[in-house]
């Protein structure tokens, strides 16, 4: 089992920066794709970010302003957000899952291991 726990969320201001933390524990994680989503009121969970041990993938509204790193020696993954808008606004949950889908990896119902999400809201 491997369980995740994310922080790093707040309340700031459209323009400004977050970095969201995702500690794993339980087995190391390496060899793991490890996900970001988020989800806002009302809507389905989407995909945000993802990153295996060789490459990164974002999803087209966050590209350019996100950024996804993991450190495998702490079993920790960050989502360093810039120039956030209000419609990032959402609660952000940590996910990972052993292996690689190059289908699967962008799939909320297909990650096996979440966290239990922190919040991040954007004023305007």
């Known amino acids: 089992q491997v369980q995740l726990v994310e922080s790093g969320g707040g309340l700031v201001q459209a323009g400004e920066s977050l970095r969201l933390s995702c500690a794993a524990s339980g087995r190391p994680v390496r060899g793991y794709t490890m996900g970001w989503f988020r989800q806002a009121p009302g809507k389905d969970r989407e995909f945000v970010s993802a990153?295996?041990?060789?490459?990164?993938y974002y999803a087209d509204s966050v590209k350019g302003r996100f950024t996804i790193s993991r450190d495998d020696a702490k079993n920790t993954v960050f989502l360093q957000m810039n120039s956030l808008k209000p419609e990032d606004t959402a609660v952000y949950y940590c996910?990972?899952?052993?292996?690689?889908?190059?289908?699967?990896?962008?799939?909320?119902?297909?990650?096996?291991?979440w966290g239990q999400g922190t919040q991040v809201t954007v004023s305007s």
């Open positions: 990153i295996t041990w060789i490459a990164t």
């Open positions: 996910a990972g899952t052993l292996g690689f889908n190059s289908t699967n990896y962008r799939i909320a119902t297909k990650q096996r291991y």
